[in-house]
């Protein structure tokens, strides 16, 4: 088709659409929702995609957790130990902090429990955390003010706590200075050196970390860890780093094999791998709902198109009559089909987006507009305008000018 | 002009074979102006579109303007059309949603025509056939006569061969028919080549030549002088 041919065409579509605004409009209307559906869907999506993986990232990055306790599984939310038998010493974390920087960052024994909180006349419930000074580092998790407690309150067992951002908030008058004051765990005296940020979920703003020593000796009476976060230097070699540490634990712990072991560990590669499979699951199936509706709309273009050839039979009758080739009236039809596909994809790429937007902005919701969505939608709305204006095109294109010229 | 040699044309309705066109042998030269007539179903509807290349002949040989154009393809003969021939029907057949101008542009936009030169050539030609001033009124708000010499300018848009008129005066009252025909005898005298079907005699013996079709063969060719005897 030549360049002249395809601007008598567009011409001859926009005018066509323009006579009958109101039928151009619904017809185009079936592709602009299903275009905006697939936009907002895929952005709603992605966008809870992205939300799971920064609430994991913010765990800590590169992280393997070595549990107590024979359940397996890969939880890396902080379960309530207190009712798991602790099983990992003082040998196992030696033998972690032996391991080489290119293998292990950094390494913290965490034991916890359930602890009442109270400062002067107030009190709150809260979970009492044993852990060492590498704590922060490995779970990405820092003091906003005052200070982590130091070596000398862990080598000399000193009642020192770190209070978590709610705690401060129960405990304490607004803007008051913690630093210093005597607060009281489950009735032991205990200094605050410092509060935590603010990470917004309850499990880590409600909690208070003391020296690992002062915990054993105040709380569990145990010389065990409940588990031992485990900052790992390498993504890539995360699950070999795993096996070797399952393998040198049941060494320790003089176990045969897994089966028997005594301890487990969760991979946070592990965890967000199956969390990546369900967001992806879940906004393919999104896609697809909207896809079935674009596909809907191209099915409302064909019906539209039909009835506009057997409404305009005279017209093509005459236009041929007048020296219009079958392929003239061919891309007459298909221009107009494409104009009002597109149209449509063009307004609801602009729907669709603004829609995405605005539920986040006004509803809450976690969305993120994937360039590649509104690629997809417009090439499909494109799609749709050949293939379902294609046959009523080609229909137009085959009919017999007498025939069409007596049409009534 | 037209040199049509032993054509017919059959169609298959059921299992009957209908001979629209019989074994017909017909010449008209440039310049002439000739009345097919005939009663309704004589085959003359049939020979108009066999003439105009909307339909072709089942057997024969059909040679226009020098060119040989039976069992030629559609768009071969979508072509001829654009070049070689101009219609005029009974019912003008103008597109209502487009201006007089508009509709006598439609057959130079399928000539390939500039929009530009479109538009200078349309407004000549409806200044001939004497609508200057009502070049961008639609069909529905011109007159039955105006509608036809709209349809004429439209069919002489292109500068074509021969001009091809079904019962162009049936739609019209008597005052706005004679002008049609008088509009076609100036076309004739300027050498335009007019054909024209009806079955009106008063109307046919406004041509030169008379030539009565009837199941589907020439029943009578003769000069128009002959034929008012």
């Known amino acids: 088709m030549t360049t002249f041919k395809f601007t008598e065409s567009v011409k001859m579509s926009v005018r066509s659409i323009a006579s009958n605004k109101g039928r151009s409009f619904l017809t185009a209307l079936g592709v602009m929702i299903g275009v905006a559906a697939v936009i907002t869907l895929v952005a709603l999506g992605n966008g809870t995609q992205k939300s799971v993986e920064q609430s994991l990232e913010s765990l800590g990055s590169n992280l393997l957790i070595l549990y107590s306790g024979e359940t397996k599984g890969t939880s890396l939310v902080r379960r309530n130990t207190s009712n798991i038998k602790p099983s990992l010493t003082e040998e196992d974390l030696e033998f972690l902090n032996s391991l080489s920087p290119a293998l292990i960052t950094v390494s913290a024994p965490e034991s916890s429990d359930s602890g009442q909180i109270k400062f002067g006349n107030k009190n709150t419930v809260g979970t009492v955390i044993g852990t060492n000074l590498n704590y922060p580092e490995v779970r990405n998790f820092y003091p906003i003010y005052g200070s982590f407690f130091s070596e000398n309150d862990l080598a000399a067992r000193k009642p020192a706590a770190v209070i978590g951002a709610r705690i401060y908030k129960d405990l304490f008058e607004d803007g008051m200075d913690p630093v210093g004051q005597k607060i009281r765990i489950n009735g032991v005296g205990f200094t605050v050196t410092g509060i935590m940020e603010e990470k917004g979920s309850s499990s880590s703003d409600t909690s208070i970390f003391i020296p690992m020593s002062t915990f054993q000796k105040y709380i569990s009476g145990s010389d065990m860890y409940a588990l031992i976060n485990i900052q790992a230097s390498d993504p890539d070699t995360m699950r070999e780093l795993q096996t070797h540490i399952e393998n040198e634990i049941l060494r320790l712990h003089k176990l045969p094999n897994m089966d028997a072991a005594d301890f487990y560990i969760a991979n946070q590669l592990d965890l967000l791998n199956t969390l990546q499979g369900v967001t992806s699951t879940f906004t393919l199936l999104l896609g697809s709902i909207a896809a079935i509706s674009l596909l809907v709309g191209g099915i409302g273009i064909m019906n539209i198109m039909l009835v506009a050839v057997t409404e305009r039979t005279r017209e093509i009758g005459i236009r041929m009559a007048l020296g219009a080739k079958s392929s003239d009236i061919l891309s007459q039809f298909l221009t107009e089909a494409i104009i009002l596909s597109v149209g449509g994809g063009l307004i609801g790429i602009f729907l669709g987006i603004t829609t995405a937007i605005g539920a986040n902005r006004f509803g809450g919701m976690a969305s993120s507009i994937s360039i590649n969505s509104v690629f997809l939608a417009f090439g499909f709305s494109v799609v749709t305008g050949l293939f379902f204006g294609g046959y009523p095109a080609y229909q137009a294109s085959k009919l017999d000018p007498i025939e069409a010229l007596r049409y009534e | ?229």
């Open chain 2, 1 to 229: 002009m037209i040199k049509i040699k032993n054509i017919s044309r059959h169609y298959q309705m059921g299992p009957n074979t209908v001979k629209a066109i019989d074994d017909l042998t017909l010449n008209i030269a440039e310049g002439e102006f000739v009345s097919i007539v005939g009663p309704s179903g004589s085959g003359k509807s049939t020979l108009m579109n066999i003439i105009g290349c909307l339909d072709s002949p089942s057997s024969g040989k059909y040679t226009l303007a020098g060119e040989e154009v039976a069992g030629l393809s559609r768009n071969r003969l979508a072509g001829i059309r654009n070049k070689y021939i101009g219609f005029v029907f009974q019912s003008f057949n103008l597109l209502g949603r487009e201006s007089a101008v508009e509709n006598v542009e439609l057959p130079l936009i399928y000539a390939g025509i500039p929009p530009k030169e479109r538009r200078v050539r349309a407004m000549e030609i409806l200044k001939r056939v004497e609508l200057d001033g009502r070049e961008f009124h639609q069909p529905n708000e011109l007159s039955g006569g105006q509608r036809q010499r709209v349809a004429i300018a439209r069919a002489l848009a292109v500068n074509p061969k021969i001009l091809l008129a079904d019962e162009p005066t049936g739609a019209l009252d008597t005052k706005t028919g004679a002008q049609i025909m008088a509009l076609f005898r100036e076309l004739q005298s300027e050498g335009v080549t007019l054909i024209m079907v009806t079955h009106d005699p008063d109307v046919a013996s406004q041509a030169k030549r008379i030539v009565q079709v009837r199941d589907g063969k020439i029943l009578v060719d003769v000069p128009v002088e002959e034929w008012n005897r």
